[in-house]
């Protein structure tokens, strides 16, 4: 059976709320604690965490081991596609899975 990954993209800066990953507040924890501590019940995947902010990147670093923060993205925009993002990611870290 092949590995399984889940990749995770969370841009800093939108319309609505600037680091809005880390400023919501859902019964005391941030939108991305919320993310993570599901996946960590998800055995045998590998969990990438694809940013273009160096605070939440070194958030999700120090909070959870078992996610890899593979590089800081360059600066994101609100019409950037979801392909774009992932075949970054491949490009850059020749993942084949």
């Known amino acids: 059976m092949e ?11 939108s319309k609505g709320c600037i680091n809005k990953h880390l400023r919501c507040n859902i019964n005391g924890q ?3 604690d919320v993310c993570f501590n599901k996946l960590r ?7 990438y965490f694809l ?5 939440m990147a070194n958030y999700v670093t120090d909070k ?9 993205r360059p600066y994101s925009t609100d019409d950037e ?3 774009t993002v992932i ?5 850059r870290t020749e993942y084949r899975g």
């Open 41 to 47: 019940e998800i055995r045998d995947i590998d969990v």
């Open 51 to 55: 940013t273009d902010s160096v605070k």
């Open 3 to 13: 590995k399984q990954i889940i990749i995770v993209p969370a841009r800093a800066n």
């Open 87 to 91: 075949m970054e990611f491949i490009k």
């Open 30 to 32: 941030t939108l991305l």
């Open 81 to 83: 596609e979801i392909s």
């Open 64 to 72: 959870y081991s078992f996610v890899n923060v593979p590089y800081i």
